[in-house]
């Protein structure tokens, strides 16, 4: 067990941080692929439009989703904080805690997801010829969202504590489990777009069970007992305001993506197709910024729960460095060799997608760093106990991008469509590195309760006796 928890508030930061993202990197690639799966193949054996049947609803599954990503992703901050701090009890009472929220909160997601679906997609101008199938797509989806909620709950667990190996193995058996269902239920029982939305919500729902079965069997430090289900006010607020920021963040971007979106639906189903093959393409080799972003968010609040704020500096240092030099590599294969992909999506009208999907990939290729601050940066700031703070980047995201697609619709613009993104990554980027700037240098005492200098002083001591070859303590 003590090889599989994580303490981050030790060791040298770029490795750390390193260590712990490369699985979960893996993880999201994995993530990707048993969706872009449910694209490959309704694109292969269903058609163009069911494959802009399934890319329409995109960002509403994107609303959804980050908005569960989110509010875990929010309930177990203070779940790292504690275990960083040492505090064993107080961390079980979090998780008590994080799974009574969110039950409550699949509950009333789910209700209102599927109860106001069909006016979305109507707002949303999605064109006729492929509304019924991305209506049935995306209620089946809805319905689901529990499955959802399993997993990403308990995979944040785990990272909080720093295993990000766990989560992995049961993704990579997930998105094999979900390719299987959606050749089994697409081209075997000839469901459709459908029968990929059972396909995705089958898997996770394996993948959540596989996790709750693992941390009941083989992790000691989550055992938990009748107090620890217990409802603390004190705790429930505390995951509440870092919980519901987060979520929030999470549906402010998707909020501008459906912007995006909405623009891109007037510009017809090619569009839509070519749009949603691209920004699949997109996301595989972008997840190295989620990846980056969820242990920025696991590496700063396991710090701040020991108090170490010189380390945190540091952490920022090394994610940032990084994500760069992985930025320069993968946007010159992007902008050169990634539109070629796109023949795993298409089998019909492939000469033509292909031109949009390449103009969509040099639009966003040469932004991959901004991207990446946005990541990093945005975490890290919430993991540090921010909740609200990241949502004023969140908002000026949600402008760029409405203002860019807005400008782009009235021009019927395509590649206007397509920079939106980067308009968004920029001017949030920008200015969550000036928020970091100003945190770091106006609001130190507000970690652990201690000065800078405090802080400075306490990691001074901690690398003398590394130098020494004295081990320190677990959770020094």
Not at 170 to 187: M, Q, R, Y
Request: proline share 3%; with cysteine; hydrophobic share 50%.
């Amino acid at each position: 067990m003590k090889t599989l928890q994580q303490d981050m508030t030790n060791g040298n930061p770029a490795k750390t941080i390193l260590n712990f993202t490369f699985p979960i990197f893996i993880g999201n690639v994995f993530q990707q692929f048993y969706n872009m799966a449910d694209t490959i193949i309704v694109g292969k054996f269903v058609g163009t439009k069911a494959l802009a049947a399934v890319g329409s609803t995109g960002t509403i599954m994107f609303l959804i989703i980050g908005f569960v990503l989110g509010m875990t992703a929010g309930f177990t901050v203070l779940t790292a904080q504690k275990f960083g701090a040492g505090d064993m009890k107080a961390m079980r009472q979090t998780v008590g805690g994080a799974a009574i929220l969110s039950g409550l909160v699949s509950v009333v997601l789910t209700i209102l997801s599927m109860a106001f679906m069909k006016p979305l997609l109507r707002f949303m101008q999605t064109p006729s010829d492929i509304f019924a199938d991305a209506y049935a797509y995306i209620m089946i989806i809805c319905a689901g969202i529990f499955a959802q909620m399993l997993y990403n709950l308990l995979a944040c667990v785990l990272r909080a504590l720093g295993n990000s190996k766990i989560p992995l193995y049961f993704l990579i058996l997930s998105a094999i489990l979900n390719i299987g269902l959606d050749l089994l239920l697409i081209v075997g029982f000839k469901l459709g777009a459908a029968g990929a939305a059972y396909a995705t919500v089958a898997a996770q729902g394996v993948s959540g069970v596989l996790c709750l079965l693992y941390i009941v069997k083989k992790v000691p430090l989550l055992r938990m007992e009748k107090e620890d289900w217990r409802p603390r006010a004190s705790l429930l607020k505390m995951q509440l305001g870092v919980g519901f920021p987060m979520a929030l963040q999470y549906s402010i971007t998707a909020v501008g993506t459906m912007m995006v979106q909405t623009s891109l639906n007037l510009l017809g189903s090619t569009a839509v197709a070519a749009f949603t093959a691209a920004s699949k393409i997109e996301q595989v080799v972008t997840q190295a910024y989620v990846a980056l972003g969820t242990t920025m968010a696991t590496y700063c609040a396991q710090n701040m729960g020991a108090g170490k704020v010189q380390r945190i500096r540091q952490g920022f240092k090394a994610a940032t460095l990084i994500s760069a030099v992985y930025s320069v590599a993968v946007g010159a294969w992007i902008l050169t060799g990634g539109k070629y992909m796109t023949y795993l999506f298409l089998s019909e009208n492939v000469t033509e997608v292909l031109g949009l999907v390449g103009i969509y990939l040099r639009c966003t290729g040469i932004f991959f760093i901004p991207l990446a601050v946005v990541n990093i940066y945005r975490n890290g700031i919430q993991g540090m106990g921010y909740g609200l703070l990241p949502m004023t980047a969140g908002i000026v995201e949600l402008a760029a991008r409405g203002i860019t697609s807005w400008i782009a619709s009235s021009q019927r613009s395509y590649a206007g469509v397509c920079f939106a993104g980067p308009a968004a990554w920029v001017s949030a980027g920008a200015l969550l590195i000036g928020m970091y700037f100003y945190i770091m240098k106006h609001d130190m005492k507000r970690f652990a309760g201690v000065s800078q200098e405090e802080a400075e002083q306490t990691e001074r001591v901690e690398v003398k006796k590394r130098k020494k070859g004295k081990k320190l303590p677990a959770c020094y």
